[in-house]
């Protein structure tokens, strides 16, 4: 099994909603990410997670929420979110060692599409 | 700093002629390289990668690359384009522990 399963693959919310994207791999990797994608653009990182601690944060608005609840599974909570921030949102895991350097290339899932009206 | 360079941002070409996407790259470190392809409304698949093995490096679906350290460069390159290689293809660079430096991307257009 080497996916990383992102669940919904569309979304489409109000500025004043709140919801939440979410992303599964069972491949045992210790690493997670989130990327957004602006179409015609290469992904932006947004959040890394190793072994289920925040690693990094890219600055990112707190409007955009990040949760690692075990080491298979990422959440991205969004609330009051801007139509700017309408794009494709990648999940990814890889292996990582102990020391927090990288161990192998990132398999991404296949994306949520987030539309914010 | 490093940096990533994919010289066209579109390329098209007839099936079954060759395909060539040029990235050249800029490291302070030895690098550890890779291509990932992406179709339309897709993640990321990655086609191959190079991390300071062989120089030349074959992935999947017939494409394979070239490390040049004196060139900088990290082509790809498939012998004969087929109609389901029309996607989006991304040159990325490994820098630090978890961060990837992407290309701007090069589209691949197959004329039938």
């Known amino acids: 099994d080497t996916e990383v399963t992102q669940t919904p693959k569309h979304l489409v919310m109000g500025m004043t909603n709140k919801k939440s994207l979410k992303c599964e791999q069972h491949?045992?990797?210790?690493?997670m990410y989130w990327y957004k994608q602006k179409a015609k653009k290469p992904p932006e990182l947004m959040f890394v997670?190793?072994?289920?601690?925040?690693?990094i944060n890219e600055s990112v608005p707190s409007r955009f929420s990040p949760e690692c609840p075990n080491s298979s599974l990422l959440n991205l909570h969004l609330h009051a979110l801007q139509p700017e921030d309408s794009a494709l949102y990648l999940c990814?895991?890889?292996?990582?060692?102990?020391?927090?350097?990288?161990?192998?290339?990132?398999?991404f899932g296949e994306g949520s599409r987030l539309t914010v009206l | 700093a490093q940096s990533v360079t994919q010289l066209d941002s579109h390329v098209s070409v007839s099936e079954g002629t060759p395909v060539l996407l040029r990235c050249n790259y800029s490291?302070?470190?030895?690098?550890?390289l890779f291509w990932y392809v992406q179709h339309p409304n897709k993640g990321l698949q990655l086609l191959l990668k190079?991390?300071?093995?062989?120089?030349l490096v074959k992935g999947i679906n017939g494409f394979e690359a070239e490390f040049k350290k004196s060139e900088t460069s990290f082509h790809l390159t498939k012998p004969s384009a087929h109609m389901s290689d029309a996607a989006e293809y991304f040159c990325?660079?490994?820098?630090?522990?978890?961060?990837?430096?992407f290309g701007q991307g090069t589209r691949l257009t197959i004329n039938p």
């Open positions: 190079y991390t300071s093995a062989a120089t």
């Open positions: 990325v660079l490994i820098q630090g522990a978890q961060k990837l430096v």
């Open positions: 990814a895991s890889s292996q990582v060692r102990a020391s927090g350097r990288w161990a192998g290339e990132l398999f």
């Open positions: 490291s302070s470190y030895s690098p550890s």
């Open positions: 997670y190793s072994y289920e601690k925040l690693s």
């Open positions: 491949m045992g990797h210790r690493a």
